[in-house]
């Protein structure tokens, strides 16, 4: 098989946010990506200005109005009833994202491998850290939800971002990295991972012994 031909092979946006940096995470959260066998292609270190923060959370309408009604579902199954527009209710989250990612320095990259985005989602776990699975990035150093987030009226600090499907991964990289920042190079333990004749090839020299 080859590996860039795969329609299971991607590549996908990580930002640790600017909580993440700040509390001394951004390596802990790179080993786990590394150690899973996913390939970094691209890294920067940027503090977000107003344009990068708004190209990155761009919504439309429709996503807009998804956004809103997952919002009033929450509330409504917390007992609260929010009556406000979806469209305007998303609009209020979407401004309080974009003063988070402007609030200091993220470090962006791109990783790639098979099923990466799914992989990827995995192990950063759920939006609200009180919901995340044990042994994800989100609930293993975060203790913020979003019961604590909407008692403040600000976003959740859940350290790390990552794209949620493929076209999504496509516009959010082209915000923080252009094409020629992405590395194309091998790692040694792609060879296990990937290459179709690694079985034959150490059987064969297990015959030679």
């Known amino acids: 098989m080859d590996k ?31 150690r899973k066998g996913l390939k970094i292609v691209a890294m920067k270190m940027v503090w977000p200005t107003a344009k990068q923060a708004k190209e990155h959370y761009f ?15 929450a509330y409504a199954e917390r007992g609260i009833e929010i009556k406000e527009d979806p469209i305007k209710l998303a609009e209020k989250t979407q401004a309080k994202l974009f003063q988070y990612l402007e609030a ?27 919901q995340a699975d044990v042994g994800t990035i989100r609930a293993d150093f975060t203790i913020d939800s979003y019961i604590l987030a909407d008692e ?32 194309d190079y091998d790692l040694a333990i792609e060879k296990i991972l990937y290459d179709t004749e690694w079985e034959k090839v150490r059987g064969d020299l297990t015959k030679k012994d």
């Open 59 to 73: 919504w439309s309408d429709e996503e807009k109005r998804g956004n809103g009604e997952r919002t009033i579902a």
């Open 152 to 183: 403040d009226e600000r976003i959740t600090r859940n350290l790390i971002h990552a794209s949620g499907n493929v076209s999504e991964a496509e516009r959010e990289m082209k915000v923080w990295f252009t094409e020629k920042e992405m590395v």
């Open 4 to 34: 860039k031909k795969s329609v299971n092979y991607e590549r996908t946006l990580v930002l640790v946010k600017p909580d993440g940096v700040q509390r001394g995470l951004t390596g802990e959260i790179l080993s786990r990506f590394e």
């Open 104 to 130: 200091g320095p993220i470090v962006a990259f791109v990783i790639e491998g098979a099923h990466a985005i799914a992989h990827v989602r995995k192990l950063v776990g759920s939006g609200n850290p009180l």
